[in-house]
């Protein structure tokens, strides 16, 4: 019976280190459009990306969007549409290294 315990501590011990070691990066990758709402997240662009709408919402504080020297690029089509979308007040909102086009705005509160 004490060798259950020890292999069940051990398991623990490993699966504890590899959850460490998952978030000590802390870094989002980003390959698409989309929301970012894990407060404190650090998103990173891997490509750049296109939408005929707004790409990017953002719904929680303390994000930071690196843009990794990629473009967020719209089709210059539609009104009020905009390369990121902050709703509903997020606080500490980061966004650098990159350029967003194409849009009526390139960022835009609501």
């Not at 994000?63 to 979308?85: F, K, M, P």
Request: charge should be negative.
């Amino acid at each position: 019976m004490r060798k259950k315990t020890i292999i069940g501590l051990s398991f623990f011990i490993v699966f504890i280190s590899i959850l460490s070691i998952v978030s000590a990066s802390g870094i989002i990758s980003l390959y698409d459009c989309g929301v970012l709402n894990v407060e404190g997240g650090i998103y990173e662009l891997q490509n750049d990306v296109s939408s005929s709408e707004t790409c990017f919402a953002i719904t929680a504080n303390n994000i930071t969007l690196d843009l990794n020297g990629y473009n967020i690029i719209g089709d210059s089509v539609g009104i009020y549409e905009c390369g990121i979308r902050i709703i509903y007040g997020p606080d500490q909102i980061t966004i650098m290294n990159g350029f967003i086009y194409r849009f009526w705005g390139g960022y835009l509160f609501f």
